[in-house]
């Protein structure tokens, strides 16, 4: 099974700042990585898909890249709103799996 | 608009079966593939399985292989996800989802279905 390891755990950060998250897989796994938001009593949302590609009616902000073992998403410009956890996600042969996820937090 | 409309919360003992349904609502399920993702206590994603269109099948991660059975009624446009031999540990919110850009990224989710396995 390929291990998704997302840091750091909690980031600290205030509005207007630039949220960096990080996902490392245990093994190649290309581009196909996704990553989700989720908000307090909420399923997860689609935020970016193949590394780098943004879901329908996703903001500018959000920007994914990566490819192989190392993936980013990057959150210019926080806005209140993007105060959440975030997780990535993997879609291996035939399988997929989960990062433990990133609670990003208001400072 | 699709939504996907997920059966009420379970309360279950050790040992025992659940099945989760999801009716797809505002359009026919066979357009979809979908799938079941669980959410522990701890925040946890498991995805468990799912509809692979590359395949025509559905198909299980293995740590649930042999206690899970998802199934589809075209008639209904409902899927259902039943788990066996049930444990403490899978107290949890199960969701189903719609797989999407190529079926394994999921784009729209139900609203998930609290199941708690306790004595």
């Known amino acids: 099974e390929i291990v998704l390891t997302q840091s750091p755990a909690t980031l600290s950060l205030s509005p207007g700042e630039r949220a960096t998250l990080s996902c490392r897989a245990s093994q190649s796994i290309s581009s196909y990585v996704a990553w989700y938001q989720q908000k307090p009593g909420q399923a997860p949302s689609l935020l970016i898909y193949d590394a780098s590609n943004r879901a329908t009616g996703i903001p500018a902000r959000f920007s994914g890249s990566g490819s192989g073992t190392d993936f980013t998403l990057t959150i210019s410009n926080l806005e209140p709103e993007d105060f959440a956890v975030y997780y990535c996600?993997?879609?291996?042969?035939?399988?997929?799996?989960f990062g433990q996820g990133t609670k990003l937090e208001i400072k | 608009q699709v939504q996907l409309v997920q059966s009420g919360a379970e309360v279950k003992k050790p040992g025992a079966s659940v099945k989760v349904s999801c009716q797809v609502s505002g359009y026919s399920l066979t357009a979809f593939s979908i799938h079941w993702v669980r959410q522990t206590p701890g925040k946890r994603l498991e995805w468990m399985g799912g509809?692979?269109?590359?395949?025509?099948?559905?198909i299980y991660a293995q740590k649930f292989k042999g206690r899970v059975t998802m199934t589809e009624d075209t008639s209904t446009d409902t899927a259902y996800m039943q788990l066996s031999s049930l444990r403490s540990e899978d107290t949890a919110v199960y969701y189903c989802?719609?797989?999407?850009?190529?079926?394994?990224?999921?784009?729209?989710w139900g609203r998930g279905t609290l199941v708690t396995v306790s004595s």
């Open positions: 509809f692979v269109p590359e395949d025509g099948e559905i």
């Open positions: 989802a719609i797989g999407s850009y190529g079926g394994w990224y999921f784009d729209l």
């Open positions: 996600q993997q879609r291996g042969s035939w399988s997929s799996t």
